[in-house]
């Protein structure tokens, strides 16, 4: 086999940025910004090719895992940190990453390297010893659910009990809490030392019990795992209902990123966000995005929080833009470059640990019809692209959504609740509680809403059958709002005065006027992901319009 292990890092990269197929995108976006000169974690891409060679032998061949041990001395050496060491511990995150876009299909394990040797150390080094606890339960529940196929679950059930031994510390009366409530009254954030160092054992405990077997406490023993179960999840379920969706092929196979981990839980001088250098709905020229503090990245997509927007727009104070000024700035002048350089509008992940920022991740941006045409028509203007590239940047087969109807404007209608805007269209259906019975139901012709909490991946197959998606938790670069987005469905997300319960398939919404409202499963609501409104019943629907930018 050729070279199949790329480094990047100190502004160089082995690999070639242009070459997509063999880096994936997210390895092929990792370099570029190197080769750039943007603050990115060093790190290395093994390549699509592996992934077609591990899925055919099962294993990795031996010359790649000789070029592995190679890439990773290089990483230790521009970090200074070494990987299993006792002082100074090097901790990776092993990414998936495709040729195409294939959001949250496939799987991502961060904190890997933490043993108990490991984390005893970092503790010290960082003399932060909640933010390295934090780090391991979430390492564990990755690296149990991803490599070791535990339901993920098992283990956030531990987390959720020690919220609710929080909550009695408080005096909170947890018996009239929901666990949604729960998790608004004590998010991840204000749990502490002495109970994450519980929830590890009791998430070992579980590992133990499930496989037979300890934990893996042996770093290279983890990373080994971590590789396969990436390089596997290019053949799950819900990866393979994706590629069939958008026609990937299913040779193509997932490139796989080993980096080396930077913090954005290590307190509130740390945060994690995802922006886009255009609004992602509108195609409005104006940085967009959210972020957390005190968190790491999957939280902001996985809607565990709602997160905060990014620009100050005058009535939030809560901005990246007031909280953390100057890596604002930063984050916008890298914005910038990246546009100017892809000549497309991009969307990106980054990172921030004790107020410095990082990259992660940048990629051409899903967007909505009417962002595209937009975004294309004003680069035009910009400078940016010609008037034929221009015509290219709006894919034929998605116009159609910009002639979905909209809600007639003179229909009587009653709102139920307000949220996010996540992804324009009107959409009427049943509410349906889960994905399979979005699925059932849809495939029979009957128009169904999927309602849940969030969406994860596993629910893929239900939002493809629904005809609108409506959440409860989850901003606009939730899984449900990216996933919408991209397939061009209406979505409703973080409404946060519905609480959803999936035991009784009812929704309860508590309404600013008049008293909290109470749908079952098989109801009819309407969604306008335009205004983010949601309406009881049908309400009529009138064809579109088209706006100024297509003359
Ligand atoms: N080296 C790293 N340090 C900190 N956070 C990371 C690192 N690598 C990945 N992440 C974060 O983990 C999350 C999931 O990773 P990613 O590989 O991008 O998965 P996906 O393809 O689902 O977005 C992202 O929010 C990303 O920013
Ligand atoms: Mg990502």
Known sequence: MAKSVFFFGEGRSDGDPKRRDLLGGKGAGLAEMTSLGLPVPPGFTISTEVCNAFSGEGKLPAEVIAEIDAALKEVEKATGARFGDAENPLLLS??????????????????????????AGLAKRTNNRRFVLDAYRRFVTMFGDVGLGI????????????????????????????LEELKKKVPDSEIGEAELEGIVRAQKEIVARETGRPFPDDPHEQLTLAIAAVFGSWNN?????????????????????IQAMVFGNMGDTSATGVAFTRDPSTGARKLYGEWLPNAQGEDVVAGIRT?????????????????MPAAYRTLVDIANKLEL?????????????????????????????????????????????TESEAVLRVDPSSLDQLLHPTLDPKAEKTLLARGLPASPGAAQGHVVFSADEAEKIGSQGKPVILVRIETSPEDIHGMKAARGILTARGGMTSHAAVVARGMGKACVAGTSQIAISYSQETMT????????????????????????????????????????EFD
Request: aromatic share 4%.
């Open 94 to 119: 092993v990414r998936s990453g495709a040729r195409a876009s294939m959001p949250g299909m496939m799987d991502t394990i961060l904190n890997l390297g933490l043993t108990e040797r490991t984390c």
């Open 237 to 257: 379920h819900r990866a393979l209902v994706y590629r069939r969706m958008h026609d990937i092929p299913d040779s193509w196979g997932t490139a796989c990123n």
């Open 307 to 323: 997160p905060m927007p990014l620009a100050n727009d005058g009535k939030d104070d809560n901005s990246l833009e007031a909280k």
């Open 151 to 178: 339901k993920r679950a098992l283990f956030e059930e531990v987390l959720d009990q020690a919220r609710g031994r929080v909550a009695l510390t408080r005096g909170i009366d947890v018996t009239r809490l929901n």
């Open 509 to 548: 919404i508590q309404r600013s006027e008049g008293g909290p409202i109470v749908l079952k499963k098989g109801d009819l609501i309407t969604l306008d992901g335009g205004t983010g409104s949601v309406y009881l019943g049908a309400v009529p629907t009138v064809p579109a319009s088209l706006g100024g």
């Open 341 to 385: 350089h892809f000549r497309d509008m991009q969307d990106l992940e980054f990172t921030i640990q004790d107020t410095k920022l990082y990259m992660l991740q940048c990629r051409a941006a899903k967007r909505t019809s009417r962002a595209a045409v937009r975004a294309a028509v004003e680069m035009v203007g910009e400078k940016l692209i």
